[in-house]
């Protein structure tokens, strides 16, 4: 899923154009002389090693980008902020994306595509979960079993007022299942009993895809980030989240300029 760039700009990015045109020299200052002189740091005098060596920072130097990435609508990340909002820098301006909202959508979308193409697959659960409900809850739920193996969820009866969850969507990951199973319960209640979960499919597959999603609050990786901006590229209906509301807003440049009264 990740894009084939990412690991050549990290890993093979010459110190050379580090320290050269596009980057502001600020940049350079405190850094590079500053720790190659310092003690300490003696087996890395050479700026080419210490560059190498550095670990990967949670926001990234601004280095100038390769023509071709500028070709993302959504940017490139450069960073996160309070583990919840992916700042992408794009050509004519900055990014901010709701890192749930985004990841939630995606999911919904494919949740949806894998029902229309012949079921959603299933991943067994290692350890299988009890998961306590009361005794209606449970009713609804094991009405509905067949229904549910349908989009991935292998629940069993256990007990008067308990469910065993056997085995989870696949596309979900390792979400909380209980959360999921006690949400379904809720909306089980909410549906009525002719309907079939296919003729609830949206509502089924939005409360699957929200315990399936990434948090807000989860720090993710750069790579991480490049990846939801990359899919949410090519992923239709994804600038919306499953309720409507943006999954990600820009500043233009023209606006920056504006604030700063540059313009
Ligand atoms: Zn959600």
């Known amino acids: 899923m990740l894009s084939g760039w990412q690991a050549p700009q990290l890993g093979h990015f010459p110190p050379e154009t580090r320290s050269g045109e596009g980057r502001s020299s600020a940049w350079d200052a405190p850094t590079a002389p500053a720790f190659a002189g310092a003690p300490g740091f003696g087996g890395v005098s050479d700026n080419r090693t210490f560059f190498t060596a550095l670990p990967q920072a949670r926001a990234e130097p601004a280095y100038s980008q390769p023509p071709e990435h500028r070709a993302f609508p959504l940017g490139v990340a450069r960073g996160q902020v309070a583990n919840t909002y992916i700042v992408a820098e794009a050509e004519d301006g900055l990014i901010l994306v709701d890192q749930h909202a985004a990841h939630e959508r995606l999911v ?156």
Do not use: I, Y
């Not at 595509?113 to 998961?131: D, Y």
């Not at 979400?175 to 079939?196: I, M, N, P, W």
């Open 108 to 263: 919904l979308e494919r949740m949806k595509a894998a029902a229309a193409n012949g079921g959603v697959r299933s991943q067994a659960l290692l350890l299988p979960e009890v998961v306590e409900l009361d005794e209606p809850a449970c009713d609804r739920l094991e009405s509905r079993l067949a229904e549910l193996a349908g989009f991935g969820l292998e629940l069993e009866r256990f007990g008067p007022a308990a469910m065993l969850v056997r085995a989870t969507p696949a596309l979900l990951g390792h979400g909380d299942v209980h959360g999921l199973v006690r949400d379904l319960a809720d909306e089980l209640a909410a549906f009525e009993q002719t309907l079939s979960l296919k003729e609830r499919l949206d509502q089924v597959a939005a409360t699957m895809a929200c315990h399936g999603s990434v948090r807000a609050g989860r720090a993710l990786s750069v790579a991480e980030m490049n990846a939801l901006l990359r899919e949410m590229e090519v992923t239709p209906h994804s600038g919306q989240c499953n309720h409507g509301r943006p999954t990600w807003v820009k500043l233009a440049k023209s606006d920056l300029e504006k604030l700063f009264g540059r313009k």
